[in-house]
């Protein structure tokens, strides 16, 4: 698809007299990125820069239209059916057992998700991943937005991925994204135990004829249930999720709690600063030792 973008953009970049350079500066890019975009080669193009090629080329929407299955390439192959069920859905009801789901990230904490995964190739693809998790934000500002319902388990709020500053930011980001009205939030606390869903997230997607699917996904894998009978199941489990759950206000009462330790640890020193002070600390208790008795005191005690 990638390929087919690039075609598409030479065409009509050449009926249109343009050398790269000129189209770069008109969609304000250097000339390189769009040899890249033609050759389908380096970072794919983002969903603005489709646009902005899109306007000054004149292509009636056929690059915009295009960009979506473009950017899908830049994920496996086992999560490219679950993004194309989710970009038609009216509804999205989500468990997250270990990290916010894309559609809630920030750009930093995305970043940081996306940079410990073992198929990631390399800064090229992470960038390609990153530009498409960012895209994907996009459904919720636009008129046929979903319902969103989001269970976080307390873990999500615990653990400072990206370090405790994208921590406060994203936590900040769950809260203003819990006040749009089709937007939900609860947390599944620590104390509520076992439950049926302790293997990995859980999302289940309601499409426009009612029909429903399911996904299951772990740090690796993912797997997309559309049996109705399974998804039945699976639709059960999130709903006792969401019923141990905390109810919204108080879930956003926690979030806040958690926000405002991420900001008072913000003045604790790291884990190396303060490895590299108790050194320090016990050098200057040695050489205090050797200043005193002229030599270095042994640990014995003196014989009666």
Known sequence: MAALFGARVRRLRTAAGLTQAELGAKTHVV???ITQIERASGAKPTLELARAL??????????????????????????????AYSERAVS??????????????????????LSVG???SGDEQLEERLTARMGRQERLLSPDRPELWVVLDEAVLRRPIGGRGVM??????????????????????????????MGGSLTVLTLPDDSEVAY??????GQLVEEPTEVGRFAV????????????LMSLDMIRS??????????????????????????????????RGGRRISGRRPRP
């Open 54 to 83: 899109d306007a000054v080329l004149g292509a009636d929407n056929l690059l915009v239209d295009l960009w979506p299955y473009v950017y899908r390439e830049a994920f496996p192959d086992w999560s490219r059916a679950f993004i």
């Open 92 to 113: 999205i009801r989500q468990y997250a057992a270990h990290v916010v789901p894309g559609l809630l990230q920030t750009q930093d904490y995305a970043r940081a998700v």
């Open 258 to 291: 958690v926000m405002e330790g991420y900001n008072h640890a913000a003045n604790v020193p790291s884990r190396s600063e303060r490895r590299r002070v108790a050194q320090e600390q016990l050098q200057q208790s040695g050489r205090g030792r050797l200043r």
């Open 168 to 197: 406060r930011s994203q936590l900040a980001r769950l809260l203003e994204a819990a006040e749009e009205r089709h937007i939900t939030i609860q947390v599944l606390p620590f104390d509520q135990g076992e439950h049926d869903a």
């Open 31 to 33: 000339s390189t990125r």
């Open 216 to 221: 299951t996904e772990g740090a690796h894998y």
């Open 118 to 120: 073992v198929t990631l």
């Open 237 to 248: 489990t999130y709903d006792r999720l969401r019923a141990e759950a905390l109810p919204p």
